[in-house]
T-cell receptor
Framework: QQQVKQSPQSLIVQKGGISIINCAYENTAFDYFPWYQQFPGKGPALLIAIRPDVSEKKEGRFTISFNKSAKQFSLHIMDSQPGDSATYFCAAGRDDKIIFGKGTRLHILP | GAGVSQSPSNKVTEKGKDVELRCDPISGHTALYWYRQSLGQGLEFLIYFQGNSAPDKSGLPSDRFSAERTGGSVSTLTIQRTQQEDSAVYLC??????????????FGEGSRLTVL
């Protein structure tokens, strides 16, 4: 059972454009929603996270939008740069368990 | 080093052999996680430790997989009688208390297992 569904699987964006990755979850008990960024040969690293009491969180060029009623959240990368090319994972957590989506491979064209 | 350390970084083994993968978490981190990353499958949760105990083993795919943690620090993931479908990158992560409470998992660079 896939508890966190992520789309698209891959994404190509022009430099300077907006990258948008979407996730949906099933378990309403989840109370923590992080996004992780992974470069080839490295482990994932936390990028930004949100809790369900807010609808949006922004850190620099990265924004999480959260829709509790729809059980959906998304990552927006503004002014996308070639250095943002990586695999992005959304996740949902409750207590001590964090479940990840299948990842989105993002490629920013120079 | 200050980060999560995993060894070996690469392991090639023959089908049917046993393998052990090691994780050294960040000092002081009480929670430790193992995930498996296969192509196109994302990060698959395997097991979680709080201290030396494993309150959640629900992700272990079969009884060929086991893990232990000693001294609240180093953890070993053991795969017995390896199969080709076990080929993947095995990632370890640690955090201060628990993922949802503190927010950030610190991952190692993984152990890439190839079963021939």
């Amino acid at each position: 059972q896939q508890q966190v569904k992520q789309s698209p699987q891959s994404l190509i964006v022009q430099k300077g454009g907006i990258s948008i990755i979407n996730c949906a979850y099933e378990n309403t008990a989840f109370d923590y929603f992080p996004w992780y960024q992974q470069f080839p040969g490295k482990g994932p690293a936390l990028l930004i996270a949100i809790r369900p009491d807010v609808s949006e969180k922004k850190e620099g060029r990265f924004t999480i939008s959260f829709n509790k009623s729809a059980k959906q959240f998304s990552l927006h990368i503004m002014d996308s740069q070639p250095g943002d090319s990586a695999t992005y994972f959304c996740a949902a957590g409750r207590d001590d368990k964090i479940i990840f989506g299948k990842g989105t491979r993002l490629h920013i064209l120079p | 080093g200050a980060g999560v350390s995993q060894s070996p970084s690469n392991k090639v083994t023959e089908k049917g052999k046993d393998v052990e993968l090691r994780c050294d978490p960040i000092s002081g981190h009480t929670a430790l996680y193992w995930y498996r990353q296969s192509l196109g499958q994302g990060l698959e949760f395997l097991i979680y430790f709080q201290g030396n105990s494993a309150p959640d083993k629900s992700g272990l795919p079969s009884d060929r997989f086991s893990a232990e943690r000693t001294g609240g620090s180093v953890s070993t993931l053991t795969i017995q009688r390896t199969q080709q479908e076990d080929s993947a990158v095995y990632l370890c992560a640690s955090t201060v208390h628990g993922g949802s409470n503190t927010g950030e998992l610190f991952f190692g660079e993984g152990s890439r297992l190839t079963v021939l």
